[in-house]
């Protein structure tokens, strides 16, 4: 029981990035209607950023934890002023292709730059200890990592459900043609919008610096899960994305866990592609999905 | 207060409105009759800013509203009621009525409207698209009554109600005519459109072909009802 506990408190760790990264995509596609494929190079880009400020200028974990997201979240209504609002009248299929590109080029600068190979980052040393859970003891920085993202995702809920601010995205999400007939200029929240969303993925590659290996190729390898998690949940449904991101870490650890040992790391992988096309045959819109309106 | 000239609109290669030419004064309500694909939707939204394949002027009170989008139409006082409701599901009744901004001193207050439309007090904090078609047509009228809308665009906003509640919404637009409103009103019920409007105009393949006034309308309502196709 200890064990399984464990287990899915791990499960748990490894759902907050996915539910991070997944929030962010959500909240960009539902007012945008663009697939950002750049957000897992916007992951890396984070965790690099936690690594170049502590090598090169000495800063702490905690300073990157503000500076990073904030300086990305620059870079993201750079991006969005310069490229993609330019694309947004045209089929989807363009800013895909400019994100899948951006993605492109993020990784083999940061490739030419730091090579290759993984990048060491070390656990902040308030944070480097274990933490007694009363069944079993956890480390520290794990437990930081779940609190922060489900504080993160508790306060975007907040936002976006208790704020006028969130009734208004909400409502420009759900109907943008609507919503500008009722005086709102829906355009004036979409670059703050694509920048927010951008921060998320940044400090989620923060979070992930001390605990996963800091490669270029580490966003690309979990973004197509996240796009799993995002379809799954319902595409532009924030609840839904969240959910489905602490979900699908969840049921990944159990897998690599519990599945017959030659079958775990193929179950484990593959499970999210399966719950994703069990779904969309179901549910076409996702299980918190909503079918488009004007 | 609103004039139209030489509105012409597009959907792709197919022209829907031709040189469409009327105005609407201040405190009048006037009707756009025509069977189904004559232009009368595609009117309203080109005078709101939402269709944009179009070529014409329009004002509002002098100023021109060709260059200008949806959301500042809708600030110098333009109200829209979509002929779906428009309800948004992930907000509530209220959400729903405090969205929109309010843009004139006509705007009424949340205990003036939830004492006029009792139902939506009750259902306050439901999402709006819980509510039976009858009170989400209600809430669509009491939205624009909040923004205190000078020109309210009625889309066919008895479509597929009782007729109590038809009933209901004539009231309300007197109510809004009474208050010194002016409503613009596409309405396929001819009879519910003489009971409520000043002037009516008929479209026909994008053109106004005949301008009537309530008296004309009455003499010829079978007519009418034949050539609508009603």
Same mark, same amino acid.
Request: charged share 25%.
């Given at each position: 029981m200890t064990n399984f506990l464990e287990q899915t408190f791990n499960g748990l760790v490894s759902g907050s990035f996915l539910a991070l990264l997944a929030l962010g995509l959500a909240v960009i596609f539902g007012l945008l209607r663009v697939v950002n494929f750049a957000h897992g190079a916007i992951y890396m880009l984070g965790a690099f950023g936690a690594y170049v400020l502590a090598d090169e200028?000495?800063?702490s974990f905690w300073a990157a934890l503000i500076a990073v997201p904030l300086g990305l979240a620059v870079v993201g209504v750079v991006l969005e002023r310069a490229f993609i609002h330019r694309l947004t009248?045209?089929?989807p299929l363009y800013n895909f292709l400019l994100t899948f590109g951006l993605t492109l080029i993020l990784q083999d600068l940061v490739k030419a730059r730091y090579g290759v190979q993984s990048s060491p980052y070390a656990v902040p040393s308030a944070l480097s200890g274990s933490v007694d859970l009363g069944l079993f003891e956890f480390p520290a920085y794990r437990v930081f990592v779940l609190a922060m993202s489900v504080a993160i995702c508790v306060g975007v809920w907040a936002l976006l459900t208790r704020t006028r601010i969130g009734m208004v995205v909400r409502a420009a999400t759900e109907r943008p043609e609507l919503t500008r007939a009722?005086?709102?200029?829906?355009g004036r929240w979409i670059t703050p919008v694509f920048g927010f969303g951008v921060a998320l993925a940044g400090l989620a590659g923060v979070l992930a610096a001390p605990m996963r290996a800091v490669h270029p190729l580490m966003g690309a390898d979990l973004i197509i899960v996240v796009f799993a998690v995002v379809v799954i949940g319902g595409l532009g449904s924030i609840f839904g994305s969240v959910a489905v991101g602490f979900v699908i870490g969840v049921l990944q650890v159990w897998a690599e866990a519990y599945a017959p040992e030659s079958w775990r790391a193929l179950i484990a992988q593959t499970l999210p592609f399966l719950l994703m096309a069990v779904v969309l045959l179901w549910r076409p819109a996702g299980l918190f999905g909503r079918e488009e309106t004007a | 207060m609103l004039r139209i000239d030489g509105l012409n609109a597009w959907y792709g290669e197919a022209q829907v409105l031709r040189d469409v030419a009327l105005e609407v004064a201040s405190g009048e309500v006037v009707t756009l009759c025509g069977?189904? !694909? #004559? !232009?009368k939707t595609t009117l309203l939204r080109s005078v709101m800013g939402l269709h944009t394949q179009q070529r014409g002027a329009i004002s509002l009170r002098g100023t021109d509203l060709t260059k200008k989008p949806a959301h500042s139409r809708a600030r110098l006082g333009l109200g829209w009621v979509q002929d779906d409701r428009g309800s948004y599901a992930t907000l509530t009744v209220t959400e729903n009525l405090t969205l929109?901004?309010?843009? !004139?001193?006509?705007s009424w207050s949340l205990d003036r409207i939830y004492e006029m439309f009792p139902n939506l007090y009750e259902r306050? @904090? @439901?999402? #709006?698209?819980?509510?039976s078609g009858g009170e989400q047509q209600m809430l669509a009228l009491a939205r624009v009554l909040r923004m205190g809308a000078e020109l309210l665009l009625c889309d066919e906003p008895t479509e597929g109600l009782s007729p109590l509640l038809v009933q209901r919404v004539g009231e309300i637009l007197r109510l809004v005519k009474a208050d010194g409103g002016t409503v613009l009103l596409v309405e396929q019920n001819l009879h519910f459109a003489t009971t409520v409007a000043d002037r009516h105009h008929l479209l026909a393949e994008g053109r106004v072909v005949e301008s009537l006034d309530n008296t004309e309308v009455r003499n010829r309502e079978r007519e009418l009802l034949a050539y609508l196709g009603i």
């Open positions: 200028l000495g800063l009248r045209l089929d009722f005086g709102i200029d829906v | 069977r189904n !694909g #004559a !232009g929109p901004p309010r843009v !004139g001193p006509r306050r @904090s @439901s999402p #709006a698209t819980k509510l």
